[in-house]
């Protein structure tokens, strides 16, 4: 099973990017998959995830309204769309794939991950 993060960069402030996430080796549709940010010194934290089957998504309060993720099955593709960037959206982002319905907020739920992608946003 291998996860490709792929879409980052240096984008300013007020702008979108989209992020993807290719997988081989599985079938995102029959997993719950979620997209993750990392900083310097922090934990990794949930930005969006989308339940497997019916894709049910949540999205974190500090990205409610700017980004959104979303599947495309035809293309065994995770996408996450970011609109409204700020400079505190700068960090490593990560997509994750993981059987579970449940507690999708911690990363320990996830049993795949991507290699991760920097995103910069500059003021």
């Known amino acids: 099973v291998q996860l490709q993060a792929s879409g980052g960069g240096l984008v300013q402030a007020g702008g979108s990017l989209r992020l993807s996430c290719a997988a081989s080796?599985?079938?995102?549709?029959?997993?719950?998959v979620g997209w993750f940010r990392q900083t310097p010194g922090q934990e990794r934290e949930l930005v969006a995830f989308m339940t497997r089957s019916l894709g049910s998504t949540l999205h974190a309060d500090s990205v409610k309204g700017r980004f959104t993720i979303s599947r495309d099955d035809a293309k065994n593709t995770v996408y996450l769309q970011m609109n409204n960037l700020k400079p505190e959206d700068t960090a490593v982002y990560y997509c994750a794939a993981g059987s579970s319905f449940t507690s999708l907020r911690s990363p320990s739920r996830y049993h795949y991950w991507g290699q991760g992608t920097q995103l910069t946003v500059s003021s």
């Open positions: 080796g599985l079938t995102f549709s029959e997993y719950s």
